[in-house]
């Protein structure tokens, strides 16, 4: 069974940065695709970014040149580094792990991380 913790989230100013953690625990996260995704209130969840089992990317067009998703194998921890940061990226992050990015109803949800982008 894959456990997933995400962590990393909280307050920051417009224009500031933040890097979120996911550590993946009963499973290597390099057998899956992986990616974060975000749900704000009132909205539905969306994929920011994910990252194939052969390493290509997919960002989503609001936050593309701004956000960063990469892997550390050796810590088994996925990471979502976020600059810029504006207003309307206030939400709640998810890390999954997933057969494909296409297929993350049958993987693995982490608890999620309150990521507020505030003055």
């Known amino acids: 069974q894959v456990q997933l913790v995400e962590s990393g989230g909280g307050l920051v100013q417009p224009g500031g940065s933040l890097r979120l953690s996911c550590a993946a625990s009963?499973?290597?996260?390099?057998?899956?695709?992986t990616a974060w995704y975000r749900q704000a209130p009132g909205k539905q969840r969306e994929l920011v970014a994910g990252?194939?089992?052969?390493?290509?990317?997919n960002y989503s067009d609001s936050v593309k040149g701004r956000f960063t998703i990469s892997g550390d194998t050796a810590k088994n921890t996925v990471y979502l580094q976020m600059n810029s940061l504006k207003p309307e990226d206030t939400a709640v992050y998810y890390c999954?792990?997933?057969?494909?990015?296409?297929?993350?109803?049958?993987?693995?949800w982490g608890q999620g991380t309150q990521v507020t982008v505030s003055s």
């Open positions: 990252i194939t089992q052969s390493g290509n990317t």
């Open positions: 999954n792990l997933a057969p494909s990015l296409g297929l993350a109803s049958r993987g693995y």
């Open positions: 009963g499973s290597s996260f390099r057998l899956y695709a």
